[in-house]
C-alpha cells in the first residue's frame, strides 16, 4: 500500500492508495474515533456497485450506517440535493459526532464534503473516490460545493476530510470514457509541476490506457503527492493552491455554457488546457515544441483538444468566464506555463488573446 500525508496540522489527514481498500473501510474508520452513527452518500451508479459491501464493513466494525443516495451526474451538485441530505441526515438523527463517507466521483465528493461542512456546522467525513479525475483530484485539498444556474461550485467550503482512501480495484468498474476523463486531471498534474510526470505519461500512455496496475499505482500516488505538497503551502488558494487551476477558467466556462451536459469536467479542461497552452505561448513564450507535446498526449489519452463555437456561443463563453471564482477586480485571472513542469498563477489575459486561443483550438483537427 502506498500512502501520502496532507500536512495541515491539527488537520492532517492519510490517502491511502492499494487495491481492495473498501473492504476495509469501517476498520480505518473505527481508528479516527468517530461517532457510531454515519451516513454514506453515493449516487445511483455507483450504489450498484459499492455501497453494499461499504455498508457491510462499517455494520461490521460497529457502526450504525445509512444510505443516501443522490442522481448519477454534475446535476447532482444543486442545492436541491443539499437540503434533501440535510432533511435525510436529520430524520436519521446524524449527530455531530456522527460522520459521513462520501462514495463516489468528484460529483458526489464534492456535495457529500459540502454536506458535511454544513450539516450542524461541520461533521467529520471520510472520502472514498471511485474515480480515477476523484482519487487524483477532487477528494483531496478539501475543496467541497455546488453548482449555481450562473456558474460551476460558486457555493462551497474549504473543509478537509479525515481519511481518503483510494481503491483502485474500483476502475475495473469505471467506464472507460470515465477514465480517459480523469487523465486529463493528472496530465495536468504533470503540466504544473513535474516535467518527469509528463514524460511517464507520453511513454506509458498505452499501458496506463490498458489500466496495468503498477503503472496505475504511480500516477495516482504521484498525483496525489503534488495535490498534497500544494494544499500544504496553500490550503485556501490564496496564492500557489492557484496552478491546480490550470485550464480550468475556460474549462470551466465549456461546462457552464453546455448545461455540465456534453462534456465531461476532465473532457472540457482538456480543451481548456490546450487553449491555455497556446495562450501560454503568446504571452509568456511557452515553447511551440511544449504547446504541441502537450496536444499530443491529450490526444494520445483519447481526450478533446478542439472545440466549435457559434459566435452566440463563444460570447456566453467569455461571459461565463467572468463569473469565475478567479476572477479578481472584474479581471479574469489565468494560470499560464512558462515550460512544462513550470507555471505562474495570477496572470491577465485580455479577451482578445483567449479569442485568438479558442480560433486555434476551433481550426485544429484531433488527428
Same mark, same amino acid.
Given at each position: 500500500?502506498?500512502?501520502?500525508?496532507?500536512?495541515?496540522?491539527?488537520?492532517?489527514?492519510?490517502?491511502?492508495?492499494?487495491?481492495?481498500?473498501?473492504?476495509?473501510?469501517?476498520?480505518?474508520?473505527?481508528?479516527?474515533?468517530?461517532?457510531?452513527?454515519?451516513?454514506?452518500?453515493?449516487?445511483?451508479?455507483?450504489?450498484?456497485?459499492?455501497?453494499?459491501?461499504?455498508?457491510?464493513?462499517?455494520?461490521?466494525?460497529?457502526?450504525?450506517?445509512?444510505?443516501?443516495?443522490?442522481?448519477?451526474?454534475?446535476?447532482?451538485?444543486?442545492?436541491?440535493?443539499?437540503?434533501?441530505?440535510?432533511? /435525510?441526515?436529520?430524520?436519521?438523527?446524524?449527530?455531530?459526532?456522527?460522520?459521513?463517507?462520501?462514495?463516489?466521483? &468528484?460529483? *458526489?465528493?464534492?456535495?457529500?464534503?459540502?454536506?458535511?461542512?454544513?450539516?450542524?456546522?461541520?461533521?467529520?467525513? *471520510?472520502? *472514498?473516490?471511485?474515480?480515477?479525475?476523484?482519487?487524483?483530484?477532487?477528494?483531496?485539498?478539501?475543496?467541497?460545493?455546488?453548482?449555481?444556474?450562473?456558474?460551476?461550485?460558486?457555493?462551497?467550503?474549504?473543509?478537509?476530510?479525515?481519511?481518503?482512501?483510494?481503491?483502485?480495484?474500483?476502475?475495473?468498474?469505471?467506464?472507460?470514457?470515465?477514465?480517459?476523463?480523469?487523465?486529463?486531471?493528472?496530465?495536468?498534474?504533470?503540466?504544473?509541476?513535474?516535467?518527469?510526470?509528463?514524460?511517464?505519461?507520453?511513454?506509458?500512455?498505452?499501458?496506463?490506457?490498458?489500466?496495468?496496475?503498477?503503472?496505475?499505482?504511480?500516477?495516482?500516488?504521484?498525483?496525489?503527492?503534488?495535490?498534497?505538497?500544494?494544499?500544504?503551502?496553500?490550503?485556501?488558494?490564496?496564492?500557489?493552491?492557484?496552478?491546480?487551476?490550470?485550464?480550468?477558467?475556460?474549462?470551466?466556462?465549456?461546462?457552464?455554457?453546455?448545461?455540465?451536459?456534453?462534456?465531461?469536467?476532465?473532457?472540457?479542461?482538456?480543451?481548456?488546457?490546450?487553449?491555455?497552452?497556446?495562450?501560454?505561448?503568446?504571452?509568456?513564450?511557452?515553447?511551440?515544441?511544449?504547446?504541441?507535446?502537450?496536444?499530443?498526449?491529450?490526444?494520445?489519452?483519447?481526450?478533446?483538444?478542439?472545440?466549435?463555437?457559434?459566435?452566440? /456561443?463563444?460570447?456566453?463563453?467569455?461571459?461565463?468566464?467572468?463569473?469565475?471564482?478567479?476572477?479578481?477586480? &472584474?479581471?479574469?485571472?489565468?494560470?499560464?506555463?512558462?515550460?512544462? &513542469?513550470?507555471?505562474?498563477?495570477?496572470?491577465?489575459?485580455?479577451?482578445?488573446? *483567449?479569442?485568438?486561443?479558442?480560433?486555434?483550438?476551433?481550426?485544429?483537427?484531433?488527428?
Amino acid at each position: 500500500m502506498r500512502s501520502v500525508k496532507v500536512s495541515l496540522g491539527t488537520r492532517s489527514y492519510e490517502i491511502k492508495i492499494d487495491s481492495g481498500l473498501l473492504a476495509g473501510l469501517g476498520p480505518d474508520c473505527a481508528t479516527l474515533k468517530l461517532g457510531q452513527k454515519c451516513a454514506v452518500i453515493t449516487d445511483t451508479n455507483v450504489a450498484q456497485r459499492y455501497a453494499k459491501p461499504a455498508l457491510t464493513s462499517l455494520k461490521r466494525a460497529g457502526f450504525e450506517a445509512v444510505l443516501i443516495t443522490v442522481p448519477a451526474g454534475e446535476t447532482a451538485k444543486r442545492l436541491k440535493h443539499v437540503e434533501s441530505c440535510f432533511n /435525510q441526515l436529520a430524520e436519521h438523527r446524524l449527530e455531530r459526532k456522527s460522520f459521513i463517507v462520501a462514495l463516489g466521483g &468528484g460529483v *458526489v465528493g464534492d456535495l457529500a464534503g459540502f454536506v458535511a461542512a454544513s450539516y450542524l456546522r461541520g461533521i467529520p467525513f *471520510v472520502q *472514498v473516490p471511485t474515480t480515477l479525475l476523484a482519487q487524483v483530484d477532487s477528494s483531496v485539498g478539501g475543496k467541497t460545493g455546488v453548482n449555481l444556474a450562473a456558474g460551476k461550485n460558486l457555493v462551497g467550503a474549504f473543509y478537509q476530510p479525515r481519511l481518503v482512501l483510494c481503491d483502485l480495484a474500483s476502475f475495473r468498474t469505471l467506464p472507460e470514457r470515465e477514465f480517459r476523463a480523469g487523465l486529463a486531471e493528472v496530465i495536468k498534474y504533470g503540466i504544473i509541476y513535474d516535467a518527469e510526470l509528463f514524460a511517464f505519461l507520453e511513454r506509458d500512455m498505452a499501458k496506463i490506457l490498458r489500466r496495468d496496475a503498477p503503472s496505475l499505482a504511480h500516477i495516482v500516488a504521484r498525483s496525489c503527492e503534488i495535490k498534497a505538497d500544494v494544499v500544504s503551502q496553500d490550503e485556501t488558494e490564496g496564492g500557489l493552491r492557484a496552478i491546480l487551476n490550470y485550464g480550468h477558467t475556460i474549462g470551466h466556462a465549456i461546462e457552464a455554457i453546455t448545461a455540465y451536459g456534453r462534456y465531461l469536467h476532465g473532457e472540457a479542461i482538456s480543451v481548456g488546457q490546450v487553449a491555455a497552452s497556446l495562450i501560454s505561448a503568446e504571452l509568456l513564450g511557452l515553447p511551440a515544441q511544449d504547446v504541441e507535446r502537450i496536444r499530443t498526449l491529450f490526444i494520445a489519452a483519447g481526450l478533446p483538444v478542439s472545440i466549435r463555437l457559434t459566435s452566440t /456561443q463563444r460570447s456566453k463563453l467569455l461571459a461565463a468566464m467572468t463569473l469565475d471564482k478567479k476572477v479578481s477586480a &472584474g479581471e479574469i485571472m489565468f494560470v499560464l506555463a512558462e515550460r512544462i &513542469g513550470k507555471v505562474i498563477w495570477g496572470q491577465k489575459v485580455p479577451s482578445a488573446a *483567449v479569442n485568438r486561443a479558442l480560433d486555434l483550438v476551433a481550426q485544429r483537427t484531433e488527428h
